[in-house]
């Protein structure tokens, strides 16, 4: 099987760079957005473009290439392979994480994410999905809304940073499992006190592990066993993050769900993405086919460019967001 990391077609990316860009004022932006809004049920999509302003690294700058050229992820069956291969994968994740943690729990939602809640809270949009795994979509709409109203009312299609899980089912809080990381690396957890201490900044991933230094060594760090798999008589350190790793496929029922979201809904609006991720640019499809007009809101190139039925903006969405809501609610 061939893994890659998703990207845009080639093809795009030089047609895009031919196409005029089709930049719009501010105002006349807020006012497309919120006619479009105001006549009904609207799915929302969004990606790692809203969370730019609180800090999160997008992985795709604003010509729709990597900006890091020689990010290379671990991919899932590196993961989780049952070997002495297998675990050193995991020291080397599962140290970069716990590094890179520190900074993710930092993050706080940007006034894109405060405005998307305000209008799903006033009832102006419908249930978001978010390819987003960071959870600032949700650290928002809990200000205003109880867990499970958010939980019901987002959808994360790649899973989320604040879980982990085993490969036999069982599921903990990131920061339950963050504190066993730390039990079990003590000169790690100084090391990590120490940044915390000084307020210095590890420069991080989007999926927050961390980029370390070439001559670090992993092989002495430590990855906690499963304790419910303990308690069930089997040890097991294959664990790894609730979120959907390059090489892995999503869950049956979050894509499920993620149909019916967008079959549901009167209309799309997707914003902050580039849609490179084929589980995100399906849903575009799915409404395309439908017949349900769509919004793109986004700088620079994206999978949707030149597909016939997408109405594009390209404005930043801190620029337009606060206003939108002004204008709807
Ligand atoms: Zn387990």
Redesign the pocket.
Known sequence: MRLSVPNIPPSILSKSALRKTQGVSSAEAVQRIASFLSLGHTAVLTGAGVSVDSGVKAYRGKDGRYMNPDYKPIFYQELIEDSPRGYSFRQRYWLRSYIGFLPVRRTIPNPTHHALAALQHAGVVGPLITQNVDGLHHAALRRILSEPEVDQRILELHGSIFKVN?????VYPRTVFQAWLGEANPHWRTFLAELERTGAQPKTNPDGDVVLDESVSYDDFVVPH?????G?G?R?SI?KPDFVFFGETIRQDVKDRSYSIVEGANRLFVIGTTLATYSAFRLLKRALELRKPVLYLNVGPTRADGLPGVDKLEIPTSAVMADVVHAVV
Not at 226 to 230: D, F, R, W
């Open positions: 085993c490969q036999h089912g069982h499963c304790p419910s798999c303990e069930e089997r097991n664990i």
